[in-house]
């Protein structure tokens, strides 16, 4: 029993972390049919810039609790910056051309943000670990885990139930199903789809740098942190379907709960569940759990 329960908790909370990593990335996709490669530097800069503002607010010697806004205050900053850069001085000179250009073209920014990481933080390691332990810890049952943990699920949920309200019960949400459905019809409409795909892209990055924000504090951040991350999250879209904001849940909770049950009872076959349940999914159904059939038009 305390191991299933270990296996539930630590795979929710490497769910939630993985949810928040890749809502970002399925959005996008099903907004705008853009494969975002460049969506695990978005992560990175989150994180860096995490880092670098956590220390400088303990440094400043403020109350320790305030420092939880400096990861948010990050993630927004980061994104904001980076999803406009991308978007209006990049992407949209290839809007309409073929999918695999569009691939290589964020493959390209992929390349060039990680370096410009190393360009601007060295190779050296920051951490932003004052905050872990500010939380404290919560026993269950025998088990022992930090608040922090925890609170990560609290926040996948929030962010889950915000984009939820956001596109069913918002102005906004209907604009945008209207051009998922059909971009040509919803200009003929009179809908801006620039500035919708400009606020879905920004939005989307803002979310990959949340994830990073957020993870900081339990890791070391490293030149390379954003490699890991895009083949997780392309996994969890995969598994999920691409462009579902559903699937990106189920997704992250299969991905998250497998991981957890091979940490615990069968370490050495970790590194391979993942890509072993991606496969699986993917010849049952090509598309995803969530994903819808691509329609062509003759």
Partial sequence: MLTALAILIDGLVYSSWLFIVAVGLSLIFGVMKILNVAH????????????????????AGWAPLGSFAMLLLAALVMGAILGIVLERGLLRFVYGRDEVIIVLVTYAAFLILEDVIKLIWGVDPYYAAQLYGLLGMTEISLLVFSNYDLALIGLALFIGGSLWLAINRTRWGKLLLAVIHDREMSQAFGINVTRVYTVTFVLGAVLGALGGAFTAPMISVTPGIGVEVIILAFAVVVIGGMGSVPGAVIGSLIVGLSRAAAVHLLPEIELFVIYGVMSLVLIVRPQGLFGKTAEKRI
Avoid at 42 to 59: N, R, S
């Fill in 40 to 59: 695990g530097s978005l992560y990175a800069f989150g994180a860096y810039g995490a880092a670098t503002m956590v220390g400088i607010y303990f440094d």
